[in-house]
């Protein structure tokens, strides 16, 4: 069956579905965009996801309508007859002039695709990611920090350079030299048995994900901190893992060639995990 997606108010098969050549998403990436799970056919906190989209257009000057985006994502789903699904929204500024101005873009285009999702094995959990320090750096001070914008050639970079290193991402330092993020992850470490992340001053995604495991910490009685973080606290942490809406709680089991802790998935790690999974079950049903 051909995939199904909601563009600019119609549903249409992938392959009749066209972006307009003079689309600013398309030209210059002038666009957001989130990535959601569907568990059961209901995606896990859209409208966290929704809202931080909402303030991501906000800031740039594209008009959105919430109410008819998380009504459309449920009805994609469906569509598609979609149970375990990856979800993406996409929103640009839509068409504009010939000369680059945003105020000529009157009318943003909304992408709506969700696909099968199968999640990654138990083994794959177990074994960990191994992750290298990218060359590249985020910039705290950018205009895009914080946002998921359709201007991804950066992060695109980054996992590039991950898996041509034999690595499945790559932990990202600031213009300080501060541990910020991974390619399209968050970042926490277990140090002296405290969860540490760096915060969102460092320039950071405000990851949906890593509120909830922020959220549940707390709730496990497991010291929260939101920081600076050197790659030396890292390399000598006791646990690292990453977090996105995708994967959820991914263990970092190794460094480059410097293996974290015992090598394997780490006690806070694992009651995150099941915390979070747990989470899952309990608001999808």
Do not use: W
């Amino acid at each position: 069956m051909d995939e199904i997606v909601y563009l600019n108010g119609s549903f249409l098969p992938l392959s009749e579905a066209n972006i307009l050549v003079n689309d600013y998403g398309f030209l210059y990436g002038y666009g957001i965009f989130e990535t959601m799970r569907a568990y059961k056919g209901k995606v896990f906190r859209l409208d966290d996801h929704l809202k931080r989209l909402n303030t991501s257009a906000e800031k740039l000057g594209i008009a959105v309508k919430i109410a008819t985006i998380k009504e459309a994502v449920g009805e994609t789903i469906s569509a598609n007859q979609l149970s375990e699904a990856r979800v993406r929204v996409y929103v640009t500024s839509g068409e504009g002039g010939t000369v680059p101005d945003v105020q000529s873009c009157k009318n943003p285009t909304l992408l709506i695709k969700a696909v099968n999702y199968t999640p990654f094995s138990a083994e794959v959990y177990e074994k960990g990611y191994k992750v290298i320090i990218s060359a590249f750096h985020r910039s705290s001070r950018s205009v895009l920090a914080g946002m998921k914008t359709a201007n991804y050639m950066e992060s695109l970079l980054i996992r590039k350079e991950a898996l041509d290193s034999g690595c499945q991402d790559a932990i990202v330092l600031n213009e300080k030299e501060r541990v910020a993020e991974t390619a399209s992850s968050n970042i926490f470490i277990v140090d002296d048995n405290q969860l540490k992340t760096p915060h969102l001053e460092t320039g950071i995604l405000p990851g949906i994900t890593r509120a909830v495991v922020l959220k549940l910490a707390v709730e496990s009685g497991i010291t929260v901190m939101e920081t600076n973080i050197i790659p030396s606290e890292m390399f000598s942490a006791a646990e690292v893992f990453i977090t996105n809406s995708i994967m959820e709680l991914m263990p970092v089991t190794a460094v480059g060639d410097k293996i974290i802790g015992t090598g394997n998935p780490g006690r806070i790690t694992r009651i995150l995990t099941a915390g979070y999974r747990a989470l899952v079950n309990k608001e999808i049903h």
